[in-house]
């Protein structure tokens, strides 16, 4: 049988030291079951540099909001504040436990798809901005804010960018084309919404495309000088996320999956991925059609680089975009939420049971399911580390596939099958590297009654000692 590909993660020295203290993982799975969610938040320093980096470097006013819907914890939020970051936040629940941390309304910015009227009321009498997206949602903040006696600060969120030739769809926000005459009728004159301070326009895109975003900026901008002929000045604008963070090592690695995949498909070679899937790709009269429908786990323009690409778009009038929103005077904001986790965190789950299945694959059980380490995309591509207990013994390679705990036979871990040095046991642990941006929490639940993965916070000792389990706390 033809090698499987591989896919190297990039890794961080603390997943390693961890990784290397068997002792203390199984003394975590132990008290908190099984699987555990370990984060480490050292990392979040480079990763909101690498941001900041870039609008020192172009002279531009900014703000970074950490979009904390990637991840339910406290301590990646309090971290994010730590370094100077406003909250972006998507509910009620985000929305209020960021001021129980103390952290105040005028740093918190309220991006939720549905907002509630606790949510919009406690927002406005804090201060915080609102981002808002129809005119129902208008009508209802005005009402709000109207009893609350206060005005309510409001950013418009904006779709329907024009880039070559053809419309964006988002089922989000205001069309850009109708936005203009909106103000006009309801803000410039009338006084229907006169509780509604506005400071700035906002859009978050669907994808990962530098062009459709700085195509984005560059519309916005133009609507900002058609607003401040109406009188309402643009303080800022907001890019919102979806910035690409590179997860592998090897370009080599990720071309030739790539590769390998449509041998697999085209029945050229055995399968790679579990039954065959082509994770987007397909295989019909003969033909292959279709694409790889997974993040693009391997990419070279991750985080500051992917920003400067978007500020460094030429408009029509020559100009950067920079240099355009610098002339207008007008602060750029970003609301990066999964690749501000980059090496922040990772999934240990215990070995349950291995078998071979009908076809003859290995499957190895573990406890956990496919919730708790899911990609919003077609597969989580990232070679797992497998701690074996017992060193010992005879090495002999093994291609499996790693299953979880719910009744479906599509709860397979990884899709794809996976090549390990030696067939794990019973009691051996699996480590999901860089699960932290949204892999560990945005999909889990609790099937079978299954509890949620406890999520630990390795406060990691100063004196670079040996790890003690008293470094880990459960949030
Ligand atoms: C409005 C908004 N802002 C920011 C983000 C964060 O995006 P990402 O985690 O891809 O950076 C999202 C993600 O869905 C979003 O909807």
């Not at 089922?171 to 410039?188: C, P, Q, S, Y």
């Not at 994808?207 to 309402?232: D, N, T």
Request: aromatic share 10%; charged share 25%; with cysteine.
């Amino acid at each position: 049988m033809a090698h499987l590909p591989t896919l190297t993660p990039i890794t961080s020295a603390w997943m390693h030291e961890l990784m290397n203290a068997k002792g203390i993982l199984n003394q975590l799975l132990e008290k908190h079951g099984s699987p555990i969610n370990i984060h480490q938040t050292d990392a979040m320093d480079e990763n909101y540099e690498s941001y900041h980096r870039v609008f020192e470097e172009a002279g531009l006013k900014n703000r970074i909001f950490f979009a904390r819907k990637a991840n339910k914890t406290k301590a990646v939020v309090q971290k994010a504040h730590s370094l100077g970051m406003g909250i972006d936040t998507a509910s009620y629940q985000e929305y209020s436990q960021c001021l129980e941390m103390g952290i105040p309304g005028s740093d918190l910015i309220v991006t939720a798809a549905v907002k509630n009227k606790g949510l919009i009321d406690k927002a406005v009498r804090k201060g915080s901005l609102l981002v808002l997206d129809n005119e129902d949602e208008c009508i209802q903040v005005q009402e709000i804010a109207k009893e609350a006696g206060k005005n309510a600060n409001i950013a418009f969120r904006v779709s329907g960018f024009t880039v070559r030739d053809s419309k964006l769809y988002s089922r989000f926000g205001f069309d850009i084309e109708t936005l203009n005459t909106f103000v006009k009728d309801n803000f410039a004159e009338s006084t229907r919404f006169d509780q509604l301070s506005y400071k700035g326009l906002h859009f978050h895109l669907n994808g990962y495309s530098v062009e459709e975003r700085s195509i984005a900026l560059s519309q916005c901008l133009a609507l900002s000088e058609r607003l401040s002929q109406k009188g309402f000045k643009t303080e800022f604008i907001d890019i919102g996320g979806g910035i690409l963070m590179n997860y592998l090592k090897y370009e080599t690695e990720w071309d030739n999956f790539s590769l390998q995949l449509r041998r697999a498909i085209n029945n050229k070679i055995d399968p790679i991925t579990f039954e065959n899937q082509g994770l987007g790709l397909q295989v019909f009269g003969g033909a292959l059609q279709g694409e790889l429908k997974t993040y693009p786990f391997w990419n070279y323009l991750s985080k500051g680089d992917f920003l400067r690409k978007i500020l460094a778009y030429k408009t029509s009038s020559g100009d950067t975009l920079a240099e355009q929103t610098k002339s207008l005077g007008i602060e750029v904001r970003m609301e990066p939420g999964r690749s501000m986790l980059d090496q922040v965190g990772l999934t240990a789950a215990k070995v349950a049971f291995r078998k071979k299945d009908s076809r003859g694959d290995w499957l190895v059980g573990l406890e956990m399911n496919m919730t708790q380490m899911l990609s919003g995309s077609a597969d989580f591509m990232l070679d797992p580390f497998v701690i074996y207990q017992n060193e010992e013994g005879e090495e002999q390679s093994a291609e499996v596939y790693f299953t979880g705990a719910y009744c479906l036979e599509r709860d397979v871990l990884l899709k794809r099958k996976i090549a390990l040095r030696k067939l794990p046991e019973v009691g051996d642990v699996v480590i999901f590297v860089n699960t932290a941006g949204y892999m560990m929490h945005f999909f889990e639940s609790s099937a079978h009654l299954f509890p949620l993965a406890e999520n630990l916070i390795w406060n990691r000792s100063s004196n670079g000692g040996e790890i003690s389990i008293a470094e880990f706390y459960a949030e």
